[in-house]
């Protein structure tokens, strides 16, 4: 499916949903340009403005355009969407992700809280510290998430056996532990991620999407039924509800 028809797409099933098509060439640029707009509007109507941001490659172009940005940073905090339960130095950290490519230079400034900080977490007890960690923070001013290939969002992974749980949107946990599904995704590590109901507690929801197999995912999304169930690509939880602004990036 070509991005257009994905656009089309999307606006029949999603009417709700804010949807940017730059050029390739220009969204990490204007996506950075997007979420600082919306940080300096928190900070000027609050004082401070609270950032969640999802792991892997995928941010790594984003985080180092949003910190060249100016922004307040001294009154910004940034926390996690998801993370590995690995130690924080660790290649696959989040934390380490975040610390190298976001918090360099005058974004230093920002306060990080992040979910890990012992040199080998055991996974009940990290979940708990990320969930009184989530409890102090205010509501997300922005909450960046990524998508896979599977339909995963956050570490909201198809298939696994926590997601039912993860998903429930009366569950009074902000952050969760989660095992992988079988056969597990790279890298195989288990996971925390924030719930359903604590991402939908967010202000605004950012959901860039690029490359031919992902449109083919948000494809599927796209004709899941609605509301999504269980047998749904977790996506689907994300843009079929409509009480939290989405807003959805796909470049052409």
């Keep these: 499916m070509h991005t257009a028809e994905m656009v089309a797409l999307a606006r029949s099933r999603w ?7 730059p ?22 109507a609050r004082g401070q403005a609270l950032l969640c941001v999802s792991g892997g490659k995928s941010p790594v172009a984003l985080f180092e355009a949003l910190r060249a940005l100016p922004l307040a940073w001294s009154q910004l905090t940034v926390t996690l ?53 989530m409890a102090a923070l205010p509501v997300p001013d922005v909450l960046v998430l990524g998508m896979g290939t599977d339909g995963h969002t956050a570490s909201l992974f198809p298939h696994s056996p926590d997601l039912p749980r993860a998903l429930d949107l009366a569950t009074p946990e902000r952050v ?15 996971r925390l991620t924030m719930t359903l109901a604590h991402i939908l507690r967010a202000r605004c929801l950012v959901l860039p999407v690029q490359g031919a197999d992902k449109l083919a995912v948000l494809s599927q999304a796209a ?30």
Excluded: K, M, Y
């Design 176 to 190: 969760c532990a989660v095992r992988l599904p079988e056969p597990p995704p790279q890298p195989n590590h288990p």
């Design 81 to 133: 969407v998801d993370e590995r339960c690995v130690p924080p130095e660790h290649p696959d950290s989040n934390v380490r992700l975040v610390r190298a490519h976001l918090l360099q230079g005058a974004a230093a400034q920002a306060r990080f809280v992040p979910w890990i900080d012992a040199p080998t977490p055991l996974l009940a007890e990290a979940a708990a510290q990320a969930n009184a960690l």
């Design 15 to 21: 009417p709700h949903v804010e949807i940017h098509c």
């Design 223 to 252: 004709r899941d039924r609605n509301p999504p169930g269980l047998d749904a690509l977790p996506i689907s939880h994300i843009l079929h509800q409509t009480t939290t602004p989405v807003s959805l990036w796909l470049p052409l």
């Design 23 to 44: 050029p390739v060439a220009e969204v990490v640029v204007r996506l950075a340009d997007d979420i600082a707009a919306r940080l300096r509007e928190a900070i000027e």
